[in-house]
């Protein structure tokens, strides 16, 4: 399936956050196009019509200060309508790229220029085919890359099940490059928050060897409201609020009829989260120390 196949359009949020503080960030989101200028490779999933305008229209109706656009893996790793965003946003926006592991050190040099403060190696496998999300570039290319990545000051993201993040940011500790876990770091929710494996997570981020997003579309039961994800949200949110961010995951692809509103997913943030202090620490400030933007955090 590729882009000529028919674009689908994304779910628009219906409304503002209820309690986003003033520069809150959303960092995990996706842009898809425009196709004329961006047309995507190969896709396990309908393409979302998600341009850059689109995209700031979202932060907007939210409320949304600034956000992180992460390279969807049916651009591969032609970072193309990542970086047209980026220029799009004015500054509102960060990247976070794909790169192979031979790409050179002035490629990643343009990068960091064009706005990319980060890299993503997706080692999860897409459900159609048992195998890697075509385009996705996975962690074996991390530490080739990552002696550059630190001297730029690139951090890494990683989507991968939870006992692999544990594995891996082991692995990749002494890089001296700050890892980043998508989705709570992908736990079994059937396991729950006592498992072995959650509670290794529990301990590195606790010891600051890494940062998790809380982004719960990937792990809950939208069916329930996400309440078989909360307990492993509300161990992160108690072990280790300064190492945490918030995401949303728009334009939510491969969900479909169930993708929930942005604004929702806010909302059940800050219910969970109902410290104001405890909010802005994860919403404002952790992204702007992370992403060391020159902003005062």
């Not at 994304?10 to 996706?30: E, I, K, L, Y």
């Amino acid at each position: 399936m590729t882009t000529t196949d028919g674009a689908v359009p994304p779910r628009m949020p219906t409304r503002a956050a209820r309690d986003f503080p003033a520069g809150a960030w959303d960092c995990h989101s996706h842009v898809f196009g425009p196709f004329d200028r961006f047309p995507t490779g190969p896709s396990t999933y309908p393409i979302p019509d998600a341009p850059a305008g689109t995209y700031l229209g979202m932060l907007d109706r939210t409320g949304t200060a600034r956000g992180m656009l992460v390279q969807p893996a049916p651009y591969g790793n032609d970072t193309s309508a990542l970086e047209h965003a980026l220029a799009r946003s004015e500054g509102r926006a960060v990247g976070v790229g794909v790169a192979t592991a031979d790409c050179p050190a002035g490629e990643l040099a343009r990068l960091h220029a064009a706005g990319v403060r980060a890299l993503r190696f997706n080692d999860r496998i897409a459900p159609a085919t048992g195998a890697r999300f075509p385009g996705a570039v996975g962690t074996e290319a991390f530490r080739a890359l990552a002696p550059v990545m630190r001297e730029l000051g690139i951090h890494a993201q990683i989507w991968a099940g939870l006992e692999d993040c544990v594995r891996l940011v082991d692995e990749f500790s002494g890089t001296g490059v700050p890892v980043v876990l998508d989705h709570l770091a992908q736990p079994d929710v059937a396991a729950g928050p006592g498992s072995a494996a959650f509670r290794a997570l529990l301990d590195r981020v606790k010891d600051g060897a890494a940062w998790v997003k809380l982004t719960l579309c990937r792990v809950g039961d939208p069916d329930r409201g996400y309440a078989d994800a909360r307990p492993f949200h509300d161990a992160l949110v108690e072990a280790a609020p300064a190492r945490l961010l918030w995401g949303s995951d728009w334009p939510f692809v491969r969900m479909g009829e169930s993708a929930p509103d942005v604004a929702d997913l806010a909302d059940l943030f800050c219910d969970w989260v109902d410290d104001a202090a405890l909010r802005r620490q994860i919403l404002v400030h952790n992204p702007r120390r992370l992403v060391d933007t020159g902003l005062r955090a």
